[in-house]
């Protein structure tokens, strides 16, 4: 299906196969197991030679739904999906990694990212850099010959730095290692990191692959060889995705590019309105001329994102009086839904690292992230404005 129809399409139509029932609607197998016709069918199932359902641990109808589609989105030959999106990033380290092995990490991705190459697999002899996400000389600089995985987020939380996919894709084979992007923030809606030379997509389909806020779930896209070995972690350790989740998540790819268009769009007009605010110090949005890999952003991305980050004059004081005003915006820390949400990291999803690591990343006490949603761009404006002083 994939090279026969427009990804408009594919994002409807991918993954679908119809049971005896004919049913219209993509179908939801909530079963745990599958029965085989007789003890020889059985055999050849477990053993691999005859393709078919055996244990939702490693396969499901509906999981393989979500799979091919989100696959055919990404443009990437397989897809394996997770429990949730830290679930994809373990089961990838697991699978590609061993001890003694090296990764360069670009710094400001997700906080549990962070923990993850930082405190946990260095327990088990995986060592981590973490180099600035716009420095291409940092990821020259850290490579060594045990360099395996070099792992970035793009646009980056919360500051929205944009890292050039292409060019630490280069970097990364020169030195015999895979890149692996985190795509959270822009979707394939707005960003297709295997285009660019990138050899995994990372997801936390919690955020916009869902988009409503309901589920957990994450995904591997790549090449078929790498996210096979993906699959047998996941097989043998289990961080599989509920096919509930799957479904969910299935149905949410069918609105994914109306809900990004929508939301980029919201978040433009909302950071080029901030910026006119004399309460407002800084506004952080890859759409904007004003930031600083604007030309590279409109290059790798087709829109800006729905994370908008700015900085009030007045400190903390200043940024929490801005969140206490607001009567629409959910004040939580998730993002990729369809209602708005504001956070102040400092305080929140930044709040455990040392004040001076903090300053040193930029996350200053007078930052707020908006994930943007769909509701009308007037009312979030005139929720954020009752803050603003
Ligand atoms: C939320 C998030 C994750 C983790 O996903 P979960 O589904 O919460 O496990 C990873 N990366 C990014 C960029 C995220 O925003």
Redesign the pocket.
């Known amino acids: 299906m994939t090279q026969e129809y427009d990804l408009d399409t594919l994002a409807i139509r991918a993954g679908i196969e119809r049971s005896q029932f004919g049913e219209h609607s993509e179908a939801l197998y909530l079963t745990s197991s599958f029965v085989f016709e007789n003890a020889a069918q059985a055999a050849r199932r477990f053993s691999g030679e005859e393709e078919g359902m055996v244990y939702a641990r490693f396969s499901n109808p509906t999981v393989s739904a979500m799979q091919t589609r989100l696959a055919a989105l990404e443009g990437g030959e397989a897809c394996v999906a997770t429990a ?4 994809a ?1 373990l089961s990838t380290c697991m699978a590609l990694l061993s001890a003694g092995d090296h990764v360069v990490v670009s710094q400001g ?2 906080g ?2 962070q923990q993850l190459f930082g405190n946990i697999l260095s327990r088990f002899g995986i060592v981590s850099s973490f180099v600035k996400a716009t420095d291409l000389d940092a990821y020259r600089g850290a490579m060594g010959p045990k360099t395996k995985l070099v792992f970035i ?1 793009t646009p980056s ?1 919360p500051l929205t730095e944009v890292v050039d996919i292409a060019a630490v894709a280069a970097i990364a084979h020169e030195a015999g290692a895979l890149l692996a992007v ?1 795509n ?2 822009c979707s394939p809606a707005l960003q297709r990191p295997l285009d660019l030379g990138a050899d995994l997509v990372i997801h ?4 916009y692959l869902d988009g409503q806020g309901r589920v ?3 995904a591997v896209v790549g090449r078929k060889a790498l996210v096979e070995e993906v699959f047998k972690f996941i097989r043998t350790a289990g961080p599989s995705i509920s096919p509930f989740n799957a479904w969910v998540i299935l149905k949410g790819l069918e609105t994914l590019k109306l809900r990004m268009t929508a939301q980029s769009a919201s978040a433009l007009a909302l950071a080029a309105w901030l910026e006119t605010q004399p309460g407002v110090a800084r506004v952080y949005y890859p759409g904007l001329p004003s930031h600083p890999q604007h030309e590279l952003a409109m290059r790798q991305q087709s829109a800006g994102g729905a994370i908008v980050s700015f900085e009030v004059q007045g400190g903390r004081e200043a940024a929490w009086r801005l969140v206490d005003a607001t009567r629409m915006i959910s004040i939580t820390a998730n ?2 839904d369809t209602k708005t949400t504001i956070t102040h990291p400092a305080s929140t999803t930044h709040g455990r690292i040392s004040p001076e690591a903090r300053a040193a990343a930029g996350i200053t006490d007078g930052l707020l992230r908006v994930a943007v949603g769909l509701e009308s761009v007037a009312d979030i404006q005139a929720d954020l404005a009752r803050g603003l002083v």
């Not at 936390?204 to 955020?207: D, E």
């Open positions: 949730s999106g830290m679930a990033i991705v997700f549990a990212t987020e939380n985190d959270c923030f936390s389909a919690t955020k957990l779930g994450g993002l990729g």
